[in-house]
């Protein structure tokens, strides 16, 4: 299984980019998807979650300014994606998506050690 992520980029404060992460096949028969990112100097944090029913979880920094969102096909692929809006600079990190087996998602976005899978990683950066 590999997960593929999109270019990130250098985005002005309170602009928007929209990273993505291909899965090319996800043998589950039910799964978790989410983003990480880490910033310098600073641990690893959940960003957003989804599960195969399309439950969502955001943290509490990004709630209202990051969607996930995926695009199952019938082949077994799987695009899914972060759109982040009205960036600051606190958002500055490399992105990581990850993909796991299906857990719930609504109460919390599942520690590192639940995913299976990992994306090479994106940086995001936000400048003035």
């Known amino acids: 299984v590999q997960l593929v992520e999109s270019e990130g980029g250098s985005v002005q404060i309170g602009g928007s980019l929209n990273v993505s992460c291909i899965i090319s096949e996800l043998r589950y028969p039910g799964y978790t998807l989410a983003w990480y990112r880490r910033a310098p100097g600073k641990e690893r944090e959940g960003v957003a979650a989804?599960?195969?029913?399309?439950?969502?979880?955001?943290?509490p920094s990004v709630k209202g300014r990051f969607t996930i969102s995926q695009d199952r096909q019938d082949s077994g692929k799987i695009t899914f994606y972060l759109l982040m809006r009205n960036l600051q600079f606190e958002d500055t990190a490399m992105y990581y998506c990850a993909a796991g087996p299906y857990i719930p998602v609504t109460k919390v976005i599942p520690p590192p050690s639940w995913y299976n899978y990992w994306g090479q990683g994106t940086q995001v950066t936000v400048s003035s």
């Open positions: 989804i599960d195969k029913d399309g439950h969502t979880n955001y943290a």
